[in-house]
């Protein structure tokens, strides 16, 4: 059934999506300061947005819209500028072919995936589609289930926010659209070429991406992680109405509203201490919590990764599976990663001194396929952050003995 959105309901929206975001899908700040600006005007001709689900959709074409690039170099952006333009030229060109560009989707679950995807809608006058490609936010492209179901990467059109615009074109090897492991391989090559770009000055960090254009048949095939966006909405009404001011009232909403197994990875302490680098459009870092005795280290890149503890041998927990923060007392619930880190380095003092945890979410299904193009490119990246095992599912790993997630008192 189709929502309509308005700013109140995007100001939910990015609350729950950063929480869905592991630690990373943009900051809470950039988010708000896009959706700030939503309303009626030289910029925007309706102050609303329509979402449809993938069933509800029978005609025209969707494309894949971001925002690509460094969280912190994204924080100050007042409008959608590059997304905007990168859709509006892949639109111009289905429309050139006599086609029809109608929706846009969501990269990703997170603050700034799902307000990008609603803002460049209204803007365009296109609709947005309810789900994303990860059901969690993803530091690669080849981690969506869009480059996993051999979409046709072409055409990718990538655009600063000065206007600076690039179409990246890498022909087929075999026929007109490629067979399906040259469309993996495509998915690889594109980001390879896409980060050096988004790191140029001119780029200064951060660009708006579009690409992947689906018909409705190939748009539910590649989509099979539906209902996220409203999930997210959800989530950010129950938080801001204050449905969940303890760790124990989280996971029972997690529970009960959408089936979420909401693992405790730490016992609840604070924010210890914090280091961040930002460069090629990511911000490399990590964030540490002190519970008593034990220090939880979260590894990311934009998102969060890897978790570890100086209590035991394994990781807590890693990607695919979200790392996801949850923060009680006064001030924002969620936060990523971007949000918790200053520029320095130092942490958030908005939220230092607040009582956290860690919680664990069980990856959908299409990441955690064994052998698959998602699963390989997740643990390609966790293999860089120094842990060289395979995926151990993060519900697997708080059965391991001594687990510490297994003494928290919920709360």
Not at 214 to 239: F, N, S, V, Y
Not at 292 to 318: C, F, I, K
């Amino acid at each position: 059934m189709a929502l309509t959105l308005n700013r109140a309901d995007l100001e939910a929206l990015i609350i729950g999506g950063c929480f869905f975001g592991s630690g990373g899908g943009g900051t809470l700040e950039s988010a708000r300061q896009l959706v700030s600006h939503f309303e009626r005007g030289a910029y925007y001709p309706t102050d609303t947005v329509t979402v449809l689900s993938v069933d509800e959709v029978h005609e025209g074409e969707a494309v894949m819209v971001a925002y690509m690039g460094s969280p912190e170099a994204i924080d100050g952006a007042a409008y959608p500028l590059g997304p905007v333009q990168a859709v509006a030229t892949i639109q111009a060109q289905l429309r050139a072919q006599g086609r029809q560009l109608t929706h846009v989707v969501p990269p990703e679950s997170g603050a700034l995936g799902f307000s990008v995807a609603c803002l460049v809608a209204a803007r365009l006058g296109l609709t947005v589609i309810d789900g994303d490609g990860a059901g969690r936010a993803v530091p690669s492209l080849p981690m969506l289930t869009y480059a996993a179901q051999h979409v046709d990467p072409r055409p990718a059109v990538l655009v600063s926010q000065d206007g600076l615009t690039v179409e990246l074109d890498v022909t087929p090897a075999k026929g007109e659209h490629g067979d399906p492991q040259h469309q993996q391989d495509v998915s690889v090559i594109l980001e390879q070429m896409m980060r050096p770009i988004v790191a140029a000055p001119e780029f200064k960090e951060f660009g708006g991406l579009a690409m992947w254009v689906m018909k409705p048949a190939e748009l539910r095939r590649a989509m099979p992680i539906t209902g996220t966006l409203t999930r997210a909405l959800q989530l950010g009404q129950a938080l801001r109405n204050g449905e969940a001011r303890s760790l124990r009232d989280m996971q029972a909403l997690l529970r009960t509203r959408w089936g979420l197994e909401a693992l405790p990875l730490c016992a609840t302490g604070e924010l210890w201490e914090a280091a961040v680098d930002t460069t090629g459009g990511f911000d490399l870092g990590t964030v540490s919590v002190r519970s008593g005795d034990a220090t939880t280290e979260v590894l990311y890149q934009n998102e969060s990764l890897l978790a570890w503890s100086s209590r035991h041998a394994h990781p807590l927990g890693m990607a695919p599976d979200s790392l996801c923060w949850f923060f009680e007392g006064e001030g924002d619930a969620v936060a990523s990663n971007g949000d918790l880190v200053q520029p320095d380095g130092r942490l958030n003092p908005a939220y230092r001194g607040r009582p956290v945890t860690l919680l664990g979410l069980p990856a959908a299904a299409p990441l955690r396929v064994p052998g698959g193009l998602i699963l390989d490119s997740f643990m390609a990246q966790v293999n860089t952050l120094g842990y060289r095992g395979p995926y151990v599912p993060v519900e697997r790993l708080q059965t391991l003995p001594g687990t510490h997630a297994q003494e928290v008192v919920h709360g």
